[in-house]
């Protein structure tokens, strides 16, 4: 017997209604299949496993990429009263791990990451346990992170081997062709059925500017410009940490904005803060790096702003797509010159110098040439790409065309981006094409090539007449908005 989903729907949530892809994952895991949904940003993806868990007994495994983002969806769990969920990661020491472990059938959700996921101890707890579903959260992160950054991601496969094949949901919301293909080989047995379920990636509420500064043009002064005008609150991404504390400062130097930086050389403590005082309404701008963002649900996020360029199509739409889960009116913001388009070819040519040791390096790894000791010394990126290869390669012939293919595709995405600076056409037609789409129905702020009089736009007019500072809340806890952050912190690892 199937299940009446919209009941469930409004019992758990009050909603009468789905979004878009939320109905058609449920109903295939109903069947017993596995899943693939690329869902927008915003799209509720995290809805599908917390309703879909009331449906099955068992524990729900998330696997999920950062920490502040196994938090804040543990944090999520407990505001609706869906469940209770444990997040199993480094803040916790070896005996509270033990101690989560144990108890593991007192939760309904476990969060943790693909590190932790393939500790020996880790997997023998869970084969003890009946795993109703797995979960793999942002999964684009196989592709995109697998090779030579995270490599464990490629190994979720094993995982899934070792607990006996669970039904699983892997959740993205960007993933064109190739990244679907690498998902599917790295998660699913080959010719395992998969039902895909995909919606478009489209956000027409978010207009798409890009704003090119003049020859002897200040940047900083740029960024200040528009940060002064600008409905709040807002990001700013920057690449390089040293350069993101510098525009944070000078803001706070120069400005009356409420800002803060978010990067991995800031403490735990510290971006947990950081995260709750942006999701409390008590900040207007937050300057990061990507990591920031991933999956917090804070709805209102009028603007992103791109300081600096990622180096792929994947995560600018990422990022971008932070902006406006609410569904009004919002805005992404580039600003870009030829010092952009320079720091892009840096990235090029790194790649390219990059490919002879790496070939002389994975040539002695299949020679059992290469010490432990001597990969340490390498760039971690380096060391990640060895673990990659070491793991999945036999030959050295068949690693080497492999990273021949993924520089090519590494070299592909930064050549994209350069595209996309110099596109004079429409950037949102430009952008769908990355992700294998086209625009259906255009909105009537779209974006500044197809728009070059958005400023006498009255719905650009009314986006810019919001308040240009965020207002803080009394919290709906207690009413009192001045609570200590020690206590918040405390609140948040509870």
């Given at each position: 017997?199937?299940?009446?989903?919209?009941?469930?729907?409004?019992?758990?949530?009050?909603?009468?209604?789905?979004?878009?892809?939320?109905?058609?994952?449920?109903?295939?895991?109903?069947?017993?299949?596995?899943?693939?949904?690329?869902?927008?940003?915003?799209?509720?993806?995290?809805?599908?496993?917390?309703?879909?868990?009331?449906?099955?007994?068992?524990?729900?495994?998330?696997?999920?990429?950062?920490?502040?983002?196994?938090?804040?969806?543990?944090?999520?769990?407990?505001?609706?009263?869906?469940?209770?969920?444990?997040?199993?990661?480094?803040?916790?020491?070896?005996?509270?791990?033990?101690?989560?472990?144990?108890?593991?059938?007192?939760?309904?959700?476990?969060?943790?990451?693909?590190?932790?996921?393939?500790?020996?101890?880790?997997?023998?707890?869970?084969?003890?346990?009946?795993?109703?579903?797995?979960?793999?959260?942002?999964?684009?992160?196989i592709s995109q992170w697998g090779y030579d950054f995270r490599p464990q991601y490629t190994e979720l496969k094993k995982v899934r081997q070792l607990l006996k094949q669970p039904k699983t949901l892997a959740l993205s919301a960007t993933a064109n062709q190739s990244t679907l293909a690498d998902i599917k080989a790295y998660l699913f047995e080959e010719g395992e059925p998969i039902q895909l379920v995909k919606e478009s990636v489209d956000r027409p509420n978010i207009f798409y500017l890009f704003d090119e500064i003049d020859t002897g043009e200040v940047r900083v002064n740029k960024l200040q410009d528009w940060l002064d005008r600008l409905p709040k609150p807002g990001i700013v991404y920057v690449h390089h940490k040293s350069e993101l504390e510098e525009l944070n400062q000078w803001m706070k130097d120069h400005t009356d904005l409420r800002v803060a930086s978010y990067h991995g050389d800031r403490s735990l403590e510290d971006r947990h803060i950081i995260q709750s005082?942006?999701?409390?309404?008590?900040?207007?701008?937050?300057?990061?790096?990507?990591?920031?963002?991933?999956?917090?649900?804070?709805?209102?996020?009028?603007?992103?702003?791109?300081?600096?360029?990622?180096?792929?199509?994947?995560?600018?739409?990422?990022?971008?797509?932070?902006?406006?889960?609410?569904?009004?009116?919002?805005?992404?913001?580039?600003?870009?010159?030829?010092?952009?388009?320079?720091?892009?070819?840096?990235?090029?040519?790194?790649?390219?110098?990059?490919?002879?040791?790496?070939?002389?390096?994975?040539?002695?790894?299949?020679?059992?040439?290469?010490?432990?000791?001597?990969?340490?010394?390498?760039?971690?990126?380096?060391?990640?790409?060895?673990?990659?290869?070491?793991?999945?390669?036999?030959?050295?012939?068949?690693?080497?065309?492999?990273?021949?293919?993924?520089?090519?595709?590494?070299?592909?995405?930064?050549?994209?981006?350069?595209?996309?600076?110099?596109?004079?056409?429409?950037?949102?037609?430009?952008?769908?094409?990355?992700?294998?789409?086209?625009?259906?129905?255009?909105?009537?702020?779209?974006?500044?090539?197809?728009?070059?009089?958005?400023?006498?736009?009255?719905?650009?007019?009314?986006?810019?007449?919001?308040?240009?500072?965020?207002?803080?809340?009394?919290?709906?806890?207690?009413?009192?908005?001045?609570?200590?952050?020690?206590?918040?912190?405390?609140?948040?690892?509870?």
């Amino acid at each position: 017997m199937m299940t009446d989903w919209h009941k469930r729907l409004e019992e758990m949530t009050g909603y009468k209604a789905f979004k878009p892809g939320q109905l058609a994952s449920l109903e295939a895991l109903d069947r017993q299949e596995n899943v693939v949904a690329i869902l927008p940003t915003g799209g509720g993806k995290s809805l599908i496993y917390q309703i879909n868990q009331y449906n099955e007994p068992g524990v729900t495994l998330i696997i999920s990429p950062l920490i502040s983002l196994m938090q804040d969806q543990v944090s999520q769990l407990q505001r609706m009263g869906l469940g209770r969920g444990i997040a199993l990661n480094s803040t916790y020491d070896r005996g509270e791990q033990a101690y989560i472990l144990s108890h593991l059938s007192d939760y309904q959700f476990l969060f943790l990451s693909p590190e932790m996921l393939l500790k020996d101890h880790v997997i023998r707890a869970l084969q003890r346990m009946d795993i109703q579903l797995l979960v793999v959260d942002e999964a684009h992160c196989i592709s995109q992170w697998g090779y030579d950054f995270r490599p464990q991601y490629t190994e979720l496969k094993k995982v899934r081997q070792l607990l006996k094949q669970p039904k699983t949901l892997a959740l993205s919301a960007t993933a064109n062709q190739s990244t679907l293909a690498d998902i599917k080989a790295y998660l699913f047995e080959e010719g395992e059925p998969i039902q895909l379920v995909k919606e478009s990636v489209d956000r027409p509420n978010i207009f798409y500017l890009f704003d090119e500064i003049d020859t002897g043009e200040v940047r900083v002064n740029k960024l200040q410009d528009w940060l002064d005008r600008l409905p709040k609150p807002g990001i700013v991404y920057v690449h390089h940490k040293s350069e993101l504390e510098e525009l944070n400062q000078w803001m706070k130097d120069h400005t009356d904005l409420r800002v803060a930086s978010y990067h991995g050389d800031r403490s735990l403590e510290d971006r947990h803060i950081i995260q709750s005082q942006f999701l409390q309404n008590e900040l207007d701008v937050v300057f990061a790096t990507s990591a920031f963002g991933m999956g917090i649900n804070h709805g209102h996020i009028r603007f992103v702003l791109h300081y600096h360029l990622p180096k792929n199509m994947a995560d600018f739409i990422q990022e971008v797509g932070r902006a406006g889960r609410d569904q009004e009116q919002s805005v992404s913001i580039v600003l870009y010159d030829n010092r952009e388009a320079a720091r892009l070819q840096q990235m090029r040519r790194l790649l390219e110098d990059e490919a002879d040791l790496l070939d002389d390096l994975l040539e002695r790894l299949f020679k059992q040439a290469l010490t432990q000791s001597e990969v340490d010394q390498y760039a971690d990126s380096v060391s990640a790409m060895l673990y990659f290869y070491r793991h999945h390669f036999t030959d050295y012939q068949t690693a080497k065309v492999h990273a021949q293919k993924l520089r090519q595709e590494r070299l592909r995405q930064i050549y994209q981006m350069l595209d996309l600076m110099a596109n004079d056409q429409c950037y949102r037609t430009f952008l769908l094409d990355q992700a294998d789409e086209q625009v259906v129905d255009r909105p009537d702020l779209c974006c500044s090539n197809c728009q070059p009089d958005y400023a006498s736009r009255p719905i650009w007019q009314d986006l810019m007449a919001l308040p240009n500072r965020v207002k803080v809340e009394k919290d709906e806890h207690d009413g009192d908005f001045k609570e200590m952050w020690t206590q918040r912190l405390q609140h948040l690892l509870s």
